[in-house]
């Protein structure tokens, strides 16, 4: 439940809590997303392959990875301001560096660190969120965070692409390090979290460890995350990067239709993310749980992917919005299981959802790249080879989702075996 003082108007947590952590989880996305935009000009100057491109841009979500579970113990003892804050200041190193590197360790070690120092931003959000306002609000405000993240990937298409025409992709990382630093200023002077109960003693190590056994041990953790984690994978590793290489490769795009399909995109992800938020509100006042409203929608993202592998070019400019407009619905994994643990272990709850997440984003897009250089060595034409991946990925995420929904499917069969008259 919320710990918010009973006093404090909703407009002046909006402006104190949820603008500095929107704009922080804005700079997150537009960093994640960017190196699709400056992928050809960052081939061209450092001398890159596809397997290297994809290891280069997952290194964002390898690093990110890594920090999860600690980073749910922080956010709960010392709070999303402060984590978020000092984190943001790592990522503006981070791009700092990526703007004076010239080669390929160089760059992957701070888009690691870029990835390191943003991992607190979406975290961080939902634990705000947790802390400022009451449970049955969680799916619209996360939604509004999520739409701000969407909005970033949208500034990540055509404005970082006319960016490009009066700088380099070095300068584009430049100002972007700049507004890191003003938005951890920003999240520093932010209003402090309310008080929260403590508990009678402290916690150890081992009691945190603890907890976070327990998360992984709870059989509903891994039916939600099998049901979230495929789709948010696969949508993270292609609107950072593989998208735009389908345009170019399979569809034989240009770059100026490669940014505006970008653009598409992030326009997809935003609405998604706002529709998400506010059906996900509205259905639950007339009953509708979450968990439906996860399915039936996470049902049409691997639709949509089955048809992105039989469409031609001019199917994809609506597929691939609707690409990103359907995968933002996994968000709601994090609200769902939100009810059902207490809200002092929110943080590591979260961050346990998201280590999978973000582990499986790596996965899928470093090893997208080196599938398909190898299809590519077996003889396969360029084009083939980005569709044979997209396959498999599709059968990833739909073996996820026949998980998800196995409770539903099973209780369907029971019913009809029991409405059978023996001897029919």
Same mark, same amino acid.
């Given at each position: ?31 994640? !997303? ?16 596809? *397997? ?10 390898? %690093? ?21 804050? /000092? ?11 990526? %703007? /004076? ?58 404005? !970082? ?10 300068? /584009? ?50 039916? /939600? *995350? ?39 995109? %992030? ?6 993310? *706002? ?88 996965? !899928? ?60």
């Amino acid at each position: 439940m919320s710990h918010r003082p009973a006093e404090m108007p909703a407009a002046r947590i909006a402006v104190g809590v949820f603008l500095p952590f929107a704009f922080g989880y804005f700079l997150s996305y537009l960093s994640r !997303v960017v190196n699709a935009v400056i992928a050809d000009d960052l081939s061209a100057d450092i001398g890159v392959d596809s *397997a290297e491109l994809g290891v280069l841009t997952a290194a964002y979500f390898i %690093a990110f990875a890594a920090f999860q579970l600690p980073l749910g113990v922080l956010l709960d003892r010392y709070g999303p301001r402060l984590v978020e804050s /000092v984190l943001l200041v790592v990522a503006g190193l981070g791009a700092l560096g990526f %703007a /004076v590197a010239d080669d390929m360790a160089g760059l992957t070690a701070a888009r690691a660190l870029i990835g390191l120092g943003v991992s607190a931003c979406l975290m961080a959000a939902f634990k705000a969120n947790i802390l400022w306002w009451p449970m049955e609000r969680l799916p619209l405000m996360n939604g509004l965070i999520l739409t701000c993240g969407g909005i970033g990937a949208l500034t990540a298409s055509t404005p !970082v692409a006319a960016l490009l025409t009066i700088t380099d992709w070095r300068g /584009v990382f430049v100002v972007l390090a700049l507004l890191m630093f003003a938005c951890s200023g920003w999240l520093l002077f932010s209003l402090k979290e309310p008080p929260q109960p403590k508990p009678e003693e402290p916690e150890t190590l081992a009691g945190q460890i603890a907890v976070l056994g327990q998360i992984f041990g709870r059989a509903k953790f891994w039916r /939600v *995350a099998a049901g979230t984690v495929p789709v948010q994978s696969v949508g993270m590793a292609y609107l950072s990067l593989w998208a735009a290489e389908w345009a170019r490769v399979v569809d034989g795009a240009s770059e100026t239709v490669v940014a505006i399909t970008q653009q598409n995109m %992030a326009i997809g992800m935003t609405l998604g993310y *706002a529709v998400t938020g506010v059906a996900a509100d509205r259905l639950a006042r007339i009953g509708v749980r979450s968990d439906r409203v996860l399915a039936a929608a996470s049902g049409l993202f691997i639709v949509n992917l089955a048809c992105l592998l039989a469409a031609g070019f001019s199917a994809g400019w609506v597929l691939w919005p609707l690409f990103a407009m359907f995968c933002t619905s996994s968000v709601l994994g994090y609200a769902i299981l939100s009810h059902s643990f207490p809200g002092a272990v929110a943080g590591r709850v979260n961050t346990a959802l998201n280590l999978l997440t973000f582990v499986l984003a790596f996965a !899928v897009q470093s090893g997208a790249g080196g599938a398909i250089d190898l299809l590519v060595e077996g003889g396969l034409p360029l084009a083939d080879a980005h569709r044979w991946v997209l396959a498999g990925l599709l059968l990833y995420c739909s073996a996820g989702y026949l998980v998800f929904i196995a409770p539903w499917l099973s209780s369907l069969v029971w019913r009809r075996g029991q409405s059978q008259v023996p001897g029919e």
